[in-house]
T-cell receptor
């Protein structure tokens, strides 16, 4: 079946502008995660959604970052007033939601460049 | 500090040789996973080992877990050029946050 999809694949924006990144998880997966990966680095956890529960926002780096998940499916990550340090690849992953096996299935990522 | 640190940071070997990567972590875990990443984009899940398991195999992959040392190793046997990628370990902390915690990865280069 279809995997996790993300759009856009690349986004170039000017400092101070807002951006929206989209993630379509695998159908039926109740858990959805956003990560950020800076050049040559590991993944930094940003936010986690499980079904209709309130999200775990503990990884969001500042109040300029927010995310929502509509109808328990598609998610958007919004970055307001972008800064150059926001430049990174933003990865979305989904998981069936079984706490005993939280294997994550990743999308191809959105490469964000803030000029 | 970083949970899940891989060692070495980079590894270059000849095709056909075995490649071993190590991962250390700091907290108690439910499970530990290994992922592969090509060209800095999406990660692909390779294998999951639970905290009560010591060794697991999948094809040419062998993963070990030593919870007393808080360490894991990933062995790729009979390496191929297509195995060139970055490899990350990720831990699911027991009682911790719900996201996986990734290390910075080992960049593996297989020389043809």
């Amino acid at each position: 079946g279809a995997g996790v999809s993300q759009s856009p694949s690349n986004k170039v924006t000017e400092k101070g502008k807002d951006v929206e990144l989209r993630c379509d998880p695998i159908s039926g997966h109740t858990a959805l995660y956003w990560y950020r990966q800076s050049l040559g680095q590991g993944l930094e956890f940003l936010i986690y959604f499980q079904g209709n529960s309130a999200p775990d926002k503990s990884g969001l780096p500042s109040d300029r970052f927010s995310a929502e998940r509509t109808g328990g499916s598609v998610s958007t990550l919004t970055i307001q007033r972008t800064q150059q340090e926001d430049s990174a690849v933003y990865l979305c992953a989904s998981s069936p939601g079984d706490r005993a096996d939280n294997t994550q299935y990743f999308g191809p990522g959105t490469r964000l460049t803030v000029l | 500090s970083q949970q899940g640190e891989e060692d070495p940071q980079a590894l270059s070997i000849q095709e056909g040789e075995n490649a071993t990567m190590n991962c250390s972590y700091k907290t108690s875990i439910n499970n530990l996973q290994w992922y592969r990443q090509n060209s800095g984009r999406g990660l692909v899940h390779l294998i999951l080992i639970r905290s009560n398991e010591r060794e697991k195999h999948s094809g040419r992959l062998r993963v070990t877990l030593d919870t007393s040392k808080k360490s894991s190793s990933l062995l790729i046997t009979a390496s191929r050029a297509a195995d060139t990628a970055s490899y990350f370990c990720a831990t699911d902390a027991y009682g911790g946050a719900d996201g996986l915690t990734f290390g910075k990865g080992t960049h593996l280069i297989i020389q043809p």
